[in-house]
Structures are given as C-alpha cells and as structure tokens.
C-alpha cells in the first residue's frame, strides 16, 4: 500500500495528515509552530514528528510517496520561499532542508495555493480541473488552479487575488500598500469596514448599531432583515462577483470555490456574490459555478498531499 503525507505550516499550528494515495485520509493531527529564533525549530520539528507517525504506523520510506508542503507565503517552483510574514523565516531552501531531514521525496507550495488543490481534489471542486478559490478571512487569499496544476508563477505570487485593484478612487492603504485592494473590502475585516463606513453616512435605523462590528454580525443581521446589512452586503458582494467575472475571464474556470471564515455565512453569501458575478461575467463564463468550500481546515493538508502526487 502507498501513502503520502500533506502537511500545511501555519503561524500557530502545523496540520498534518497521512493519506493513502487514492485520497483517503487516515489519520491527522497537529503540532505547534515554533517560531522563535527564525523559526528555525519548525522544519526539524515537522521532520520529527513525520518519523513518530511512521514508527507508530510501522511504515517504512519505501510505502511513502513522499510530502506534500503548504506555506504561508510565496514559493517558487524549486521549493525556495524569500520572506514570510508570520514564520520567521528569510530566504529558505524548504524542499531541500526538508529533504535532507527526512530523506524522502518533498514538494512545497503557497498554502492558498494547496487549499485550492485540496478542494479540487477531494472538496467542493471534486473533478473538475479549472478552478479558482478565494478564501475570506483575516485577509484574502487565492488559488488559481489551471488544467489541474496551480499557478505558481515567476516569484511564486500567483493567484494573489486580494491585491487585485477594485477601486481606483480609494484613499485609505491595504496592508500591501497599495489601495483599492479587493482584501479591503471583502475580507472579514473589510466588510466590518464597509459597514463602519455604511453606519457613519446616516442615521437610518440599523441593529448592527447596537452590536460589536463584525463580518458575522452584518451577516446575522442580514439573515434577520436588516436593511442596512443588506446594504452593506451587496457591496461587498458587488466587488467581489465583479473581481471574480475578471479573474475568470483570463483563467476560464468551470467551478470557483469560496473558502475562508466568512464563508461560513453560507448559501446567503452567495447570492450576492452570483449576481455581481453574473452581471459582469464574459459570456463564455456565464456557466461557471460559484461554490462553498467544503473541506474546511483540512483543504490545506489534502492540498498538499496532492502536490506530491
């Protein structure tokens, strides 16, 4: 029998998954990420813990087909990151170093990146091969998957779908320091923006005034029929569908797949994203699914255990 490992590094924890090669997922578990002195720890860490699962499950190299990487960060394709925000690291040789500690087969990508992956391999786009994932959360993240393989590009940038432009009148920075980011506004915190601003222009009557301001909380009162959450929804729905119809007029993927916290609003989501969607779509597009993810947190390590295989 063969198996792989996905394994998906994140700022607080690494998730890790042993797989059998047709998809199956076996067991899964996480270790903490230890990001002091550089973060020099985590490599070495993961390598150890990789060997513990393998003694315990009486593996030996030869069943396993390697391991799968996912970093929140760019790579490129040798397996090289330059800089990451939230690990510590500088320029770092992943796919080499962790070769060398575990002496098996390694392949490294961008996290958003073998989220993507994940779901086209055993989530939400099960069996398509063209699809594009956004995930909404803290920021906004993408995967642009092409003819089953995910766009790398030159620096290992590709598929950054929160830093496509979406308004060139705005004033205030993103995090990025450009402006008029599509993170600004469709992120958990850009909509909890979209709605401070919202609340400032008028004293219309709105139960999000009584309320910490959130992403959930305009959701909540969207459900409950709140006008002004309504409001506030369609625009972020509007920049949103309309970045979407761009993206899939150069990537033309049959399904895209919306991921990340905000997400979890549901179906209600969607049909604000579908209509701006639809109302810019190229008409090759039209067809083109809008879809929830359904692996949750476990897309990134199935992602990366793809990417080995």
């Given at each position: 029998m063969e198996y792989c490992f996905g394994v998906d590094i994140g700022g607080?924890?690494?998730k890790m998954g042993l797989f059998m090669i047709e998809g199956k997922l076996l067991e899964k578990w996480e270790i903490k990420t230890r990001t002091e002195q550089e973060?020099?720890?985590?490599?070495?860490?993961?390598?150890?813990?990789?060997?513990?699962?393998?003694?315990?499950?009486k593996l030996g190299k030869e069943q396993v087909s390697g391991i799968g990487i996912g970093i929140p960060a760019p790579v490129n394709a040798e397996g090289i990151v330059q800089n990451t925000a939230n690990l510590g690291w500088g320029y770092k040789e992943v796919r080499k170093e962790m070769e060398d500690l575990t002496q098996m087969k390694v392949a490294v990508g961008n996290d958003a990146n073998m989220a993507a992956l994940g779901e086209m391999w055993?989530?939400?786009?099960?069996?398509?091969?063209?699809?594009?994932?956004?995930?909404?959360?803290?920021?906004v993240g993408g995967g642009v998957i092409v003819n089953g393989q995910p766009v790398v590009g030159a620096h290992g940038a590709g598929?950054?779908?929160?830093?496509?432009?979406?308004?060139?009148?705005?004033?205030?920075?993103?995090?990025c320091g450009n402006r008029g980011?599509?993170?600004q506004y469709a992120s958990a915190t850009g909509i909890t923006?979209?709605?401070?601003?919202?609340?400032?222009?008028?004293?219309?009557?709105?139960?999000?005034?009584?309320?910490?301001?959130?992403?959930?909380?305009?959701?909540?009162?969207?459900?409950?029929?709140?006008?002004?959450?309504?409001?506030?929804?369609?625009?972020?729905g509007t920049y949103l569908g309309h970045a979407l119809a761009n993206l899939a007029a150069i990537t033309d993927p049959s399904v895209i797949v919306i991921g990340g916290?905000?997400?979890?609003?549901?179906?209600i989501l969607l049909k604000y994203v579908e209509k701006a969607?639809?109302?810019?779509?190229?008409?090759?597009?039209?067809?083109?699914?809008?879809?929830?993810?359904?692996?949750?947190?476990?897309?990134?390590?199935?992602?990366?255990?793809k990417l080995i295989l």
């Open positions: 607080t924890t690494v973060g020099e720890a985590i490599l070495p860490d993961v390598a150890d813990s990789l060997n513990q699962k393998m003694e315990e499950k055993l989530g939400a786009g099960k069996g398509e091969k063209n699809l594009i994932m956004v995930t909404l959360g803290t920021g598929g950054e779908i929160g830093h496509i432009c979406v308004n060139y009148e705005e004033e205030d920075h993103c995090g980011c599509l993170e923006r979209l709605a401070g601003k919202r609340l400032k222009a008028d004293d219309a009557p709105s139960s999000l005034r009584d309320r910490k301001l959130s992403a959930k909380a305009v959701f909540d009162e969207l459900k409950k029929g709140d006008k002004i959450a309504e409001e506030i929804v369609e625009e972020f916290g905000v997400s979890k609003a549901g179906d969607f639809k109302e810019r779509a190229f008409f090759a597009n039209e067809d083109t699914r809008l879809v929830l993810a359904m692996l949750g947190n476990d897309a990134g390590i199935c992602g990366a255990a």
